[in-house]
């Protein structure tokens, strides 16, 4: 079992920068591949960015790429997003996940196990 607790979000200005930080319990958090995603209000649960259980696979979506990078520190069993030149598209609940597999990383929410309770990043223009 893993547990995820999201934290970092807030109201930020166009421009602006965030780094969003996921803390996991459990002891397997460095073999699980972990995700994260987003979902603003009235639309789909869509992917962000996914990494892999030693870091040495990164995947992030065409909307962020360039502005997103997704790390993770097995040491500490926290994966981060820091994310940059945020705009107001950029405005959702943001989602940590983990997937019960250590190399292949997925951008469909149903391929995940485990899912944090979200964290608001509010972006204004």
């Known amino acids: 079992q893993v547990q995820l607790v999201e934290s970092g979000g807030g109201l930020v200005q166009a421009g602006g920068s965030l780094r969003l930080s996921c803390a996991a319990s459990g002891r397997t958090f460095s073999y699980n591949v972990m995700g994260w995603f987003r979902q603003a209000p009235g639309k789909e649960r869509e992917f962000v960015a996914t990494?892999?259980?030693?870091?040495?696979?990164?995947d992030h979506a065409d909307s962020v790429k360039g502005r997103f990078l997704i790390s993770r520190d097995n040491a500490k069993n926290t994966v981060y997003l820091q994310m940059n030149s945020l705009n107001p598209e950029d405005t959702a609940v943001y989602y940590c996940a983990a997937r019960r597999t250590a190399y292949i990383g997925s951008r469909y929410p149903s391929d995940y196990d485990y899912w944090g309770q979200g964290t608001q990043v509010t972006v204004s223009s």
């Open positions: 990494i892999s259980s030693n870091s040495g696979v990164t």
